[in-house]
């Protein structure tokens, strides 16, 4: 049974930056039949894509967030990362690792990250 | 960049009532539009892919319709259990998704 678990720190220091990993079991990232992609919400909001991994190394991501994002795959662990730079307040948001063709068909339970100082 | 637009931005309906929530798109998207339910706090959950193909696992009250720019998720009969948020994603490029700012549904 797939499942993933996203795990990072829940606080993180304006102007940092936010690293989460999200470890996959059920399925292998070296497979490379899936996008693997990462997606936020913040308190009381809608859903906001961030962006996809696809074969381990062709990456995609929200215009609005490129400039500051980073996905990659650490396929010895099965697992694969955001890093999101220059944090303000305004990423503060429950993070999900998702696993998709487009449409997402499995997600973690998500992780709330909060960046105050 | 593609954007889907949501409506209602909230629906209130009755056990047994038939619900419509619809989602436009800001251009021709084909078929690729999903639809996901999300519950207070928990992840969403995938409904509809392909605009129209249900989810395995999906009770069958659940179905999805449209192509081009115009989508609709129909409830054929409204549960208590449905009570959710429900959002739709495009996906027709792979370089960008965009999900539609939600409808949350209560039940009278």
């Known amino acids: 049974q797939l499942q993933l678990r996203e795990s990072g720190p829940g606080l993180v220091k304006p102007s940092e930056t936010l690293s989460l990993t999200c470890t996959v079991s059920?399925?292998?990232?070296?497979?490379?039949?899936?996008?693997w992609g990462w997606i936020r919400q913040p308190p009381g909001k809608g859903l906001e894509w961030i962006g996809n991994?696809?074969?381990?190394?062709?990456?995609y991501y929200n215009p609005s967030l490129k400039s500051r994002v980073t996905i990659s795959v650490d396929t010895s662990q099965n697992q694969f990362s955001l890093n999101l730079r220059s944090v303000t307040a305004a990423d503060t948001a429950v993070y999900y690792c998702?696993?998709?063709?487009?449409?997402?068909?499995?997600w973690g339970q998500g992780t709330l990250v909060t960046v105050s100082s | 960049d593609i954007q889907v637009t949501q409506s209602p931005f909230t629906l209130s309906a009755s056990v047994g009532d038939r619900v419509t929530i619809t989602c436009r798109a800001s251009?021709?998207?084909?078929?690729?539009l999903a639809w996901y339910q999300q519950k207070p706090g928990k992840a969403p959950k995938l409904l509809i892919y392909?605009?129209?193909s249900l989810q395995s696992g999906v009770p069958s009250r659940f179905s999805g319709s449209g192509s081009g720019t115009e989508f609709t998720l129909t409830i054929s009969s409204l549960q208590p259990d449905d009570l959710a948020t429900y959002y739709c994603?495009?996906?027709?490029?792979?370089?960008?998704?965009?999900f539609g700012q939600g409808t949350k549904l209560e039940i009278k």
């Open positions: 998702a696993r998709g063709e487009g449409d997402f068909d499995s």
């Open positions: 059920g399925d292998s990232l070296s497979r490379g039949a899936y996008y």
């Open positions: 991994i696809y074969n381990s190394r062709n990456t």
């Open positions: 251009q021709n998207i084909n078929n690729w």
């Open positions: 392909k605009a129209s």
């Open positions: 994603q495009q996906y027709n490029s792979y370089s960008f998704y965009s």
